[in-house]
């Protein structure tokens, strides 16, 4: 079936570094979602992209679609230990339900 | 508040019980959604609906049943639990039909634990 594949799985990183997950489709999206869950959390949307090559900022935080709407990266640029959360792109193929990727967990050490 | 509400937020279970899971949205939003989430394997579509009185069936749909009776309510049962249903379970919900423009609500989940 249709598969949103993200990657790193987990990512460790001293406070300050720059950390970076990536999201990649086999079929073209229509739109792609990116949502971050904290310990113990729900799933909180971030922002969503829809057209090719978009690029949208929010403070340190950087997304990314792709030209050909099949691959999709969130930036963040010097974390902080509030970032730490796992962070799932969500990517619409068709139909009327979202494909999540399995998320990237990010730990942020002081 | 407005928001996504779930009941019970957590609950053990026999294997072989009947469950349900409630889900209650007073946003008025069309759709809605039930995943669930399992550590290494994000979150997966049980079953979702589109708008009051139709359902559909997601990745993971066998062993689970839902309906939609009215806008504001969306039900997950599980006929005859089984250890393999242990997950936290999140409802969501949109205020359109194919989230082009919308964004999932999702609520503070249920842990499951079947024995």
């Known amino acids: 079936g249709q598969q949103v594949m993200q990657i790193p799985q987990y990512q460790h990183v001293q406070e300050g570094e720059d950390f970076t997950t990536y999201c990649n489709s086999s079929?073209?999206?229509?739109?792609i979602q990116w949502y971050k869950q904290r310990p113990g959390g729900h799933p909180v949307f971030l922002i969503q992209l829809v057209k090719s090559g978009e690029v949208k900022k929010q403070k340190r935080l950087t997304f990314q679609f792709g030209e050909a709407k099949k691959n999709s990266s969130l930036h963040i640029t010097a974390t902080q230990t509030t970032d730490v959360g796992t962070y799932f792109c969500?990517?619409?193929?068709?139909?009327?339900?979202?494909?999540f990727g399995k998320g990237t967990s990010l730990l942020v050490t002081p | 508040i407005a928001g996504i509400t779930q009941a019970p937020t957590s609950q053990i279970l026999a294997a072989g019980r009947r469950m349900t899971l409630r889900c209650t949205q007073d946003?008025?939003?069309?759709?809605m959604y039930w995943y669930r989430q399992d550590l290494g394997l994000g979150l997966r579509l049980i079953h979702y609906?589109?708008?009051?009185?139709?359902?559909g069936k997601g990745e993971v749909p066998d062993g689970y049943s839902v309906s939609r009776a009215n806008t504001d309510d969306f039900p997950l049962t599980l006929a005859s639990a089984v250890p393999s249903q242990t997950s936290v379970y999140f409802c969501a919900s949109s205020p359109v039909v194919r989230t082009d423009t919308g964004e999932l609500f999702f609520g503070e989940g249920s842990r499951l634990t079947v024995l």
């Open positions: 969500a990517g619409l193929h068709s139909g009327y339900a979202l494909n």
């Open positions: 609906s589109n708008t009051a009185g139709t359902t």
């Open positions: 079929t073209t999206l229509s739109n």
């Open positions: 946003m008025r939003h069309n759709a």
